[in-house]
């Protein structure tokens, strides 16, 4: 159901914040573009609000403006979560940044500060135990509808839910003698990237695909059909997924994304390197991978027995050392 468009925001700089978040929507994607102006949106409905005699770009000062709006998002009830406080002082940021570029107004870009937008807690990675992963396959076996061998197919390529749901029916390539990939669209990070796969994750495909194909909705190059939009399809695996968590007898709730730190650590646990774990998932940088992958203490044994087989064999002449004796006295 698409959403009512909301009045256009009645503020006296309204036009200069919606000229530079336009600026910056030249390089960034539209969703990005919503962001940034349902940021301008928030922080101009404060001003006017809290402080309706601000209706110059050079009156905007960090106290009590710019202060003041941040002890509003503080405060709201319920709190409002980290990672969106983070994105709303971000955009503000670098519409700030903009604007003091393009409006000449140099303070602007001073009246955000790095130390206001606050840290992410660090939180471990979050693969599923063994029972648990054991349990939830079990699940999806024995339901075996397009729901299910969706998950399966998540689960054994770490592809991110939303990846999932843009694969097209063709996504299955041969890279060689009975050797197979799978081609993952634009992702979270606008790249593509090619999985190996093994015969069962080909099997899944082609159960997807002959559920597609008795699907009523008319017939096009996706292979999980979308009722309205990606949007609502990725709603309904959600709504599916807590089924089969609640079937399998798992609380609490589990969300989908720790299938992709299971199928990471798994494969850091069977011998595939770094890279290829980075490679594999689809990003960027090695820090974004560590977040995926739990090393636990029987890995780190098995890692410290592999690099040190016997320790006579690192200190070979370990049985001659001794402590040095003490000098003989002259006296």
């Known amino acids: 159901m698409n959403r009512a468009r909301r009045p256009p925001l009645q503020h006296p700089l309204a036009h200069l914040f919606e000229r530079a978040v336009t600026s910056l929507g030249a390089a960034l994607h539209p969703d990005t573009l919503r962001h940034y102006r349902g940021t301008v949106r ?134 060689g003698p009975d050797q197979w990939a799978i081609q993952i669209p634009l992702g979270k990070l606008k790249t593509e990237r090619m999985v190996p796969v093994d015969s069962f994750v080909c099997e899944l495909v082609q159960r997807l695909r002959f559920f597609r194909s008795l699907d009523p909705l008319p017939a096009d190059s996706m292979l999980l059909p979308r009722p309205h939009s990606k949007e609502a399809l990725v709603r309904q695996l959600r709504d599916y997924w807590h089924q089969v968590c609640h079937s399998a007898g798992l609380l609490p709730r589990i969300v989908p994304h720790q299938l992709r730190h299971t199928y990471a650590t798994e494969m850091l646990r069977s011998g595939v390197s770094f890279p290829a774990v980075m490679k594999l998932l689809g990003h960027s940088s090695p820090d974004m991978t560590m977040h995926y992958l739990e090393s636990a203490v029987p890995d780190l044994q098995r890692e410290f027995h592999l690099a040190n087989p016997s320790p006579a064999e690192c200190n070979p002449n370990r049985k001659h050392l001794a402590y040095p004796r003490a000098p003989k006295s002259t006296a």
């Not at 990672?83 to 003091?100: M, P, Q, Y």
């Not at 969706?150 to 390539?173: K, N, Q, V």
Request: proline content about 7%; charged content about 20%; hydrophobic content about 35%.
């Open 42 to 175: 928030n922080f101009l409905t404060y001003l006017g609000t809290e402080h309706p005699k601000m209706r110059r770009l050079n009156q905007l000062s960090r106290d009590p403006h710019i202060l003041g709006w941040l002890a509003q998002l503080r405060s709201q009830k319920p709190p409002l979560a980290i990672g969106s406080c983070i994105n709303l002082l971000i955009h503000l940021r670098g519409v700030f940044t903009e604007l003091a570029w393009t409006q000449q107004q140099p303070h602007l870009d001073h009246l955000l500060r790095p130390e206001d937008v606050p840290r992410l807690p660090h939180r471990l990675p979050r693969p599923l135990t063994a029972q648990q992963d054991q349990q939830l396959q079990q699940e999806l076996l024995r339901r075996n509808d397009l729901g299910a061998n969706a998950f399966l197919l998540i689960r054994h390529t770490g592809m991110r839910i939303g990846e999932c749901a843009d694969l097209r029916c063709d996504c299955l390539h041969a890279i």
